[in-house]
Nanobody
Framework: VQLQASGGGLVQAGGSLKLSCAAS????????MGWFRQDLGKEREFVAA????????KYVDSMKGRFTISRDNAKNTVYLQMTSLKPEDTAVYYC???????????????????WGQGTQVTVSS
């Protein structure tokens, strides 16, 4: 199982980035997906999650209205659209997948079985 995250980079505060996570899991539609982030010296924290069919999404309160998680099951890909980026959004962003999350979403990192390698997002002030 491979999750390949991409789309990170350096952006100025107020800018936008769209992260992608391509999954080799099959069938992709049976996996709930999540995005987490981790900055140096900090614990990995939940960012957003989406249910198997995309009908349920959940975000950290501080990211509501700025970040949007979506998925395209035909392309085996989950996305994280990030807008109005702030320097405190700087971190390595990881995507995660799990098949045991049935009809909902999960916000706890330990729930997810599969993880991508991460993509660096740096927001300059």
């Amino acid at each position: 199982v491979q999750l390949q995250a991409s789309g990170g980079g350096l952006v100025q505060a107020g800018g936008s980035l769209k992260l992608s996570c391509a999954a080799s899991v099959r069938p992709f539609s049976l996996y709930a997906m999540g995005w987490f982030r981790q900055d140096l010296g900090k614990e990995r924290e939940f960012v957003a999650a989406i249910s198997r069919n995309g009908g349920i999404t959940k975000y950290v309160d501080s990211m509501k209205g700025r970040f949007t998680i979506s998925r395209d099951n035909a392309k085996n890909t989950v996305y994280l659209q990030m807008t109005s980026l702030k320097p405190e959004d700087t971190a390595v962003y990881y995507c995660a997948a799990d098949r045991s999350i049935l009809s909902n979403v999960a916000v706890t990192a330990g729930t997810y079985e599969y993880w991508g390698q991460g993509t660096q997002v740096t927001v300059s002030s």
